[in-house]
Nanobody, 122 residues
Framework: QVQLQESGPGLVKPSQTLSLTCTVSGGHITTAYYYWNWIRQPPGKALEWMGAIDYSGSTLYTPSLKSRISISRDLYDNQFTLHLSSVTPEDTAVYYC??????????????WGQGTQVTVSS
């Protein structure tokens, strides 16, 4: 059974880079045709799909974040990492890592981490 766990700082200062790591257990991130997604939910708002890295290492990003986001992976530790630069308070959200056969934000599908709260504040 695949499980995902997010880790990273809960508080980031404006203009800094946010980095969150997702550790995957019970399956490998090179599993064919699988996407490893980052999804966030700001307070009072809907889920937002941010981007994904697929089983081959190819990345997809939502256009609105493309200039600030990158996703990388570590095959040895079976992890994938989100980097979001130049953060503002609008980046405050609960961040989830999700394994799915599609690059989507859909609570009814995929395997979700428990989520981690990130607050951007000075």
């Amino acid at each position: 059974q695949v499980q995902l766990q997010e880790s990273g700082p809960g508080l980031v200062k404006p203009s800094q880079t946010l980095s969150l790591t997702c550790t995957v257990s019970g399956g490998h991130i090179t599993t064919a045709y699988y996407y490893w997604n980052w999804i966030r939910q700001p307070p009072g708002k809907a889920l937002e799909w941010m981007g994904a890295i697929d089983y081959s290492g190819s990345t997809l990003y939502t256009p609105s974040l493309k200039s600030r986001i990158s996703i990388s992976r570590d095959l040895y530790d079976n992890q994938f990492t989100l980097h979001l630069s130049s953060v503002t308070p609008e980046d405050t959200a609960v961040y989830y890592c999700v394994g799915d056969a599609r690059p989507v934000a859909d609570r009814t599908r995929g395997t979700w981490g428990q989520g981690t709260q990130v607050t951007v504040s000075s």
